[in-house]
C-alpha cells in the first residue's frame, strides 16, 4: 500500500523499520515430532532495517541490517546473544519499467544479485556439551540412537544446526532472486518469487553450510478498501546439509537440511501517503528434516515503511516523445471540451451526465500519452452516443483537482468510467487505459 515507485520514472527511496518474534521448540525426526529430554528451544527477536534507492531507469539498491537477541534454552541453562547480524545487499533490476505501460497483461519481472555479509557472530557447534558424544551418551539422549548420532545433535546453546537461531553464519552469501507480479485485476494482485543463497567460502567456524532455495506463491487484494491491502502465501523452503571441515576432510552433519512448508498471511495499512504498517505471520504447514533438529514453531512480524519520491512525480515529467518542452509544461490546456479546466476542485457528481456512461478523463497536455489517449477517446465517442468523455485538466500535480481525486495514484493519464446510474465501474491508471473499450462493452452487457 502507499506509493510504490517500482514501475514510474523517478527517483525514489523506500525505508522502514520490521520486527518479528519467532519460536522454534519442536524436535523432529525427518517429519515426526519427538520428545527432546533436554527442552531444547530458540526464540528470537530481531529488527531488521532496510532502505532501498530506486532509480529513473528501474534499478535498485537495496541494504538490510538485522539486529537483535537469540535466547536459547535447555532443562539446564539459558544462554542469550545479542548484536547485529548479517548484513545482505542486493542490486534490483526491475523490467517492467520497459514495457508494463504498453503491455499490462505481461507480467512484471524483478532480477536481483547481492551478497550476505559475515557481520553477525557465528556460533561454534564444538563449545556445546550436547555436541560431546561421551556426555549425550551418557545422559541417554533418544535411546536406541548411537554414540556417533548423538554427537550431532543440535547445540543446547546456539547452533549452526537451527541456522535461523544465530545471529551470524559466520561466511560470505551468493544471493539471486526473481520476483513476478501478475495484475489480473485493479485490486488483485498475484505474485510469485524465488529466493536463492550458495555460501561462497566455509565459515569462520570451518563449517560449510549448505544451499537454500525459497519459493513462494500467493495473492494480494485491496479490494475492501484503498487503504488496506491484504495478501496470503505459500512459502516452500529447502535447505541442502551442511559439512564440518576438518582439515582436508568434510564431514556431512546428518541433523542439517529439509523442506519447510508454510502460510504466511500479512495485512498491510495505509495510515498517511506515504507511510504505510503491515502485520503477519509465518505459520508452518510441513516440516521434513534430515536427521534430529529443532524446527520453527511460529513467527510473528509486523513493521512500518515510508516511501517517498526524489525527483519529480511521474506526471510531471515530460514525456520523451513530449510535444511541449519541460519549460511550458504546466500551462493550461487550450482544448474547449474541457469540463475541469486549471486543476480545479471539483465534485464529480458535477460533471455526470446523466443516461449516459460517462468517461472521466484526467490528462494534461504536456503528457503526450494523454494527448494520444485523447484522440482515440474522441473517435470512440462518435460512434458510440451512449457515451461522454468529460475531461479534467490537473495542469501539475500540485493541483486541488489531483489532491482531491487521483493523489494516490503514480500519474496520468487515468479513466474513471461511470455507468449510466453514476456508480463507478473501474479507473484505469497508465498503460491500463487502453483497456477503455472492453470496460465500457463490459458495461452494456450487465
Not at 523490467?95 to 557481520?119: E, M, Q
Amino acid at each position: 500500500m502507499g506509493s510504490d515507485y517500482n514501475d514510474v520514472q523517478v527517483w525514489w527511496l523506500r525505508s522502514g523499520l520490521s520486527y518479528s518474534l519467532s519460536e522454534m521448540a519442536t524436535m523432529r525426526l525427518n517429519s515426526e515430532a519427538v520428545d527432546d529430554p533436554l527442552q531444547r528451544s530458540f526464540r528470537g527477536n530481531m529488527f531488521t532495517w532496510r532502505t532501498d534507492i530506486g532509480a529513473p531507469f528501474g534499478t535498485q539498491f537495496s541494504v538490510s541490517v538485522p539486529a537483535g537477541s537469540i535466547t536459547a534454552k535447555d532443562i539446564a541453562e539459558e544462554v542469550m546473544a545479542t548484536g547485529i547480524g548479517d548484513i545482505e545487499l542486493r542490486l534490483r533490476q526491475n523490467f517492467a519499467i520497459f514495457y508494463h505501460d504498453a503491455h499490462p497483461a505481461i507480467p512484471r519481472v524483478r532480477l536481483s544479485a547481492g551478497v550476505g555479509l559475515p557481520t553477525g557472530e557465528p556460533v561454534d557447534p564444538d563449545e556445546s556439551d550436547s555436541n560431546n558424544a561421551a556426555k549425550a551418551a551418557e545422559a541417554g539422549l533418544l535411546p536406541g540412537v548411537d554414540e556417533h548420532e548423538h554427537s550431532l545433535l543440535p547445540d543446547s546453546a546456539l547452533g549452526v544446526y537451527n541456522i535461523n537461531a544465530a545471529l551470524g553464519m559466520g561466511t560470505t552469501w551468493l544471493l539471486a532472486d526473481l520476483d513476478l507480479w501478475w495484475d489480473v485485476h485493479k485490486e488483485v494482485v498475484v505474485f510469485a518469487s524465488s529466493q536463492n543463497r550458495v555460501a561462497l567460502h566455509k565459515s569462520s567456524v570451518d563449517m560449510l553450510l549448505g544451499p537454500e532455495i525459497r519459493g513462494l506463491v500467493g495473492v494480494s487484494t485491496s479490494a475492501i478498501v484503498d487503504w488496506l491491502s491484504v495478501s496470503v502465501g505459500f512459502e516452500l523452503m529447502w535447505r541442502g546439509r551442511h559439512y564440518e571441515i576438518n582439515g582436508d576432510e568434510e564431514e556431512e552433519l546428518l541433523n542439517s537440511g529439509g523442506i519447510w512448508l508454510s502460510v504466511v498471511p500479512t495485512t498491510e495499512f495505509r495510515i498517511a501517503d506515504p507511510i504505510s504498517v503491515h502485520i503477519g505471520a509465518r505459520v508452518p504447514l510441513y516440516q521434513e528434516v534430515r536427521g534430529y533438529q529443532i524446527t520453527d514453531d511460529w513467527t510473528l512480524f509486523a513493521g512500518i515503511t515510508g516511501t517517498f519520491s526524489l525527483s519529480e512525480p511521474p506526471s510531471e515529467l515530460p514525456s520523451a516523445n513530449s510535444v511541449h518542452p519541460p519549460a511550458i509544461a504546466h500551462a493550461p490546456s487550450k482544448r474547449v471540451d474541457v469540463a475541469v479546466r486549471d486543476g480545479q476542485a471539483f465534485a464529480v457528481a458535477d460533471i455526470l451526465v446523466p443516461n449516459k456512461i460517462t468517461v472521466i478523463d484526467y490528462f494534461a497536455d504536456w503528457c503526450a500519452p494523454c494527448i494520444a489517449l485523447g484522440e482515440e477517446l474522441d473517435v470512440y465517442v462518435k460512434e458510440n452516443p451512449h457515451v461522454v468523455v468529460q475531461r479534467v485538466d490537473i495542469v501539475d500535480w500540485e493541483s486541488p483537482a489531483v489532491a482531491g481525486h487521483i493523489k494516490s495514484e503514480q500519474g496520468i493519464p487515468i479513466l474513471d468510467i461511470y455507468d449510466t446510474h453514476g456508480k463507478l465501474v473501474q479507473r484505469l491508471v497508465q498503460g491500463e487505459t487502453s483497456r477503455f473499450r472492453e470496460v465500457i462493452e463490459g458495461i452494456g452487457s450487465r
